[in-house]
């Protein structure tokens, strides 16, 4: 054995040096002791570096990450020097051994050199006990989240079931009560057509303000509604506020002058230019502001003003002024007077009644037209509310065209003063026996025939029995509705009835989209209760013919 470590092993200088087992090659328990023990000790070195280098890989920690490696390699040089060690049992590998133990001394220095600065960042890091609590606070967390987002979307399901059941209580309520409010109307102007005494007169013409205050009520309540879910638009057509100023004025004269109030509007002279805009929503802002300065002023006037502060290519920016010399409002009162719901005096005593909605829909219309109200009052003082409107400028073309539909609203208003009188056969397809004398009574006033049908299955039996000119159809009725009467007619399915005879929409129902859906049914037009006098005559002159 000595002659062939001596003379077979090429290296090692192994003339000088004996192998490390030499001395105890003799003891093979002794031999077998060192060698398994080195090899089990190797081969643990060779795998433990393979899970620090998996683990490192896996954080992110880029700090505590060199650590990682340092032990890797530290752990894996300590693995070769076992293997040298056993090696050197049988070959006097001592030089290689040594290089081993010095790479191994090296990196056990390098890793002690980078792990000592390190000590206090590692020392402050949780122990498993508070990684185990944290962790168990984190997955408490997410399931408290979890169960919010659950609870979160629940609210917004009901939210919305609560949206739709308000829609649809507003859209019943708003029929129900415009159906008879289209009586209590129809019937007030047909008895003020009639030669009345003053007594009469009077009385006829109060009971008509209450009603076309209760009707207005209901708008408010309606644009609220509007507002909220984001169908309230604006029209965008030609108007002159010298109209517009004459129509508030009217409406207004008769409650200024019941309390004596001078009232001026407009005060000073207005700007003359033809502007785009919506003339209705202007003038809601205007009467009820105006309303609302002749409710609270009892001696005094109200004054309202228009002037056009900015001019661009094609916008304009208009301020108008409302001030009265009433009883003014406190300070504290004046933050919440245009939040809906809400009155200066809310006691059963109070002066002055109303919803607390009317400012409220002031504020909502303004901003939506791009302006901005403010209010400045003193107790004793008087009220003066400001508010801006942005408007369009139109084009010489356009201004052309609003002159001539400002013609054509004055044709139409002459009409209606001197009862413009049609030719035709009107089928009034009503279920409310109210509406049916009115509507008929109107109709007849301008020279108009009309038959009456409960419902729509009456209705497609007269159409295929008679000829009509213009079917006024009325949209929620028992046994057939309008729509569904209107697409059968339109299928062209029931023998004599004309598919193409006009058919004009008269609902009480008068929420957003019901218009479209009219038309969408095969309606020709939409007219909503109670019935508006001059828009009726704008769509019996569509569809008919006048009388010479």
Same mark, same amino acid.
Request: with cysteine.
């Given at each position: 054995?000595?002659?062939?470590?001596?003379?077979?092993?090429?290296?090692?200088?192994?003339?000088?040096?004996?192998?490390?087992? %030499?001395? !105890?090659?003799?003891?093979?328990?002794?031999? @077998?002791?060192?060698?398994?023990?080195?090899? *089990?000790?190797? $081969?643990? +070195? %060779?795998? !433990?570096?393979?899970?620090?280098?998996?683990? @490192?890989?896996?954080?992110?920690?880029?700090? *505590?990450?060199? $650590?990682? +490696?340092?032990?890797?390699?530290?752990?894996?040089?300590?693995?070769?020097?076992?293997?040298?060690?056993?090696?050197?049992?049988?070959?006097?590998?001592?030089?290689?051994?040594?290089?081993?133990?010095?790479?191994?001394?090296?990196?056990?220095?390098?890793?002690?050199?980078?792990?000592?600065?390190?000590?206090?960042?590692?020392?402050?890091?949780?122990?498993?006990?508070?990684?185990?609590?944290?962790?168990?606070?984190?997955?408490?967390?997410?399931?408290?989240?979890?169960?919010?987002?659950?609870?979160?979307r629940q609210s917004q399901e009901l939210a919305l079931q609560a949206q739709k059941t308000q829609a649809a209580f507003l859209a019943n309520m708003s029929h129900e009560i415009r159906t008879p409010m289209n009586g209590i109307l129809g019937t007030l102007d047909l008895l003020l057509d009639t030669e009345l005494k003053p007594g009469q007169l009077q009385l006829a013409a109060a009971s008509k303000r209450s009603a076309a205050s209760l009707l207005s009520l209901l708008n408010d309540i309606l644009d609220i509604s509007k507002v909220e879910s984001g169908h309230l638009t604006l029209r965008n057509s030609p108007l002159q506020l010298a109209d517009v100023f004459a129509d508030v004025e009217a409406a207004m004269a008769f409650d200024a002058n019941s309390k004596n109030i001078e009232l001026r509007c407009p005060a000073e002279a207005l700007p003359k230019n033809t502007y785009l805009g919506d003339s209705v929503r202007i003038r809601q802002i205007l009467l009820n502001l105006v309303g609302n300065a002749i409710k609270f002023t009892d001696v005094g006037h109200v004054k309202v003003t228009c002037r056009e502060v900015s001019r661009a290519t094609q916008q304009a920016v208009l301020e108008f002024v409302v001030k009265d010399t009433g009883i003014g409002i406190a300070p504290e009162h004046q933050k919440n007077l245009f939040k809906r719901f809400t009155q200066v005096d809310n006691s059963s005593t109070r002066r002055a009644q109303g919803s607390g909605l009317g400012l409220a829909i002031v504020k909502e219309l303004v901003e939506l037209m791009g302006g901005q109200v403010r209010l400045q009052s003193e107790p004793g003082?008087?009220?003066?509310?400001?508010?801006?409107?942005?408007?369009?400028?139109?084009?010489?073309?356009?201004?052309?065209?609003?002159?001539?539909?400002?013609?054509?609203?004055?044709?139409?208003?002459?009409?209606?003063?001197?009862?413009?009188?049609?030719?035709?056969?009107?089928?009034?397809?009503?279920?409310?026996?109210?509406?049916?004398?009115?509507?008929?009574?109107?109709?007849?006033?301008?020279?108009?025939?009309?038959?009456?049908?409960?419902?729509?299955?009456?209705?497609?039996?007269?159409?295929?029995?008679?000829?009509?000119?213009?079917?006024?159809?009325?949209?929620?009725?028992?046994?057939?509705?309008?729509?569904?009467?209107?697409?059968?007619?339109?299928?062209?399915?029931?023998?004599?009835?004309?598919?193409?005879?006009?058919?004009?929409?008269?609902?009480?129902?008068?929420?957003?989209?019901?218009?479209?859906?009219?038309?969408?049914?095969?309606?020709?037009?939409?007219?909503?209760?109670?019935?508006?006098?001059?828009?009726?005559?704008?769509?019996?002159?569509?569809?008919?013919?006048?009388?010479?």
């Open positions: 054995m000595t002659d062939f470590y001596l003379n077979d092993w090429p290296m090692n200088n192994v003339i000088e040096y004996l192998p490390h087992g %030499f001395c !105890i090659a003799w003891n093979p328990q002794l031999l @077998a002791m060192h060698v398994i023990s080195d090899l *089990l000790i190797a $081969i643990a +070195y %060779f795998s !433990i570096p393979i899970g620090i280098v998996y683990v @490192a890989k896996r954080r992110p920690d880029a700090e *505590l990450q060199p $650590i990682y +490696y340092l032990f890797a390699a530290f752990i894996l040089a300590c693995g070769v020097t076992h293997v040298m060690g056993i090696f050197t049992l049988w070959f006097p590998l001592y030089y290689t051994q040594g290089i081993a133990k010095i790479v191994t001394a090296l990196v056990s220095v390098a890793t002690a050199i980078y792990l000592l600065p390190k000590l206090k960042h590692i020392m402050a890091l949780p122990d498993l006990g508070k990684l185990t609590q944290i962790n168990s606070a984190l997955a408490a967390e997410i399931e408290s989240r979890r169960q919010s987002e659950a609870s979160l003082c008087g009220t003066e509310v400001v508010f801006s409107l942005c408007v369009g400028l139109p084009s010489e073309c356009a201004q052309t065209g609003g002159e001539r539909a400002a013609q054509t609203t004055a044709a139409t208003q002459t009409a209606v003063t001197r009862v413009e009188q049609f030719r035709g056969k009107i089928l009034v397809v009503e279920d409310a026996a109210m509406n049916q004398m009115v509507v008929c009574k109107v109709l007849e006033r301008h020279g108009l025939v009309c038959e009456v049908a409960n419902n729509g299955q009456e209705a497609i039996d007269l159409l295929s029995r008679e000829q009509f000119d213009l079917v006024l159809m009325d949209g929620q009725m028992p046994v057939m509705d309008g729509y569904e009467a209107t697409a059968l007619i339109r299928s062209g399915s029931v023998p004599g009835v004309n598919v193409d005879i006009p058919i004009v929409a008269l609902t009480a129902h008068a929420m957003v989209g019901e218009d479209k859906k009219c038309l969408a049914a095969g309606m020709n037009d939409y007219l909503t209760k109670p019935l508006d006098r001059t828009r009726l005559l704008e769509v019996l002159s569509k569809y008919l013919k006048k009388t010479d």
